[in-house]
C-alpha cells in the first residue's frame, strides 16, 4: 500500500510525501481506523503526535539523568523555599 501525505503550511498544500507500507500494516491500519471511527490519515496524524510525546518525554528523561547530582550546596528544595520567601518579601 503507497500512502501519500500532503504537508500543509497555512491554507495550500505544499508538500507530499509517498509512504509505503506492507500489506499487513495496511490491515492493521485500516482495522484501527474503523474500531476507533476515525479515517486513516487521522490514525498517522494520531501515531505522529504519539511519537512526539514520546521523544519529548525520552529528551526529557535524558536530561534529568544528566543534570543528576550537579546541586552540592546541600538540600535543593530548602534552597529553592528560601530564594522563593526572598522574592516574595521584596
Known sequence: MVIYITIVEGNMASKRTIITI???DKRWL???SSLNKVSVAEAI?????????AELFENYQTLVQHTRGLWKKGDGLTFQ??????????
Open 81 to 90: 523555599k528560601k530564594i522563593r520567601a526572598e522574592w516574595n518579601s521584596q
Open 30 to 32: 485500516e482495522s484501527y
Open 22 to 24: 506492507s500489506e499487513e
Open 45 to 53: 496524524r494520531q501515531g505522529i503526535r504519539k511519537l512526539k510525546e
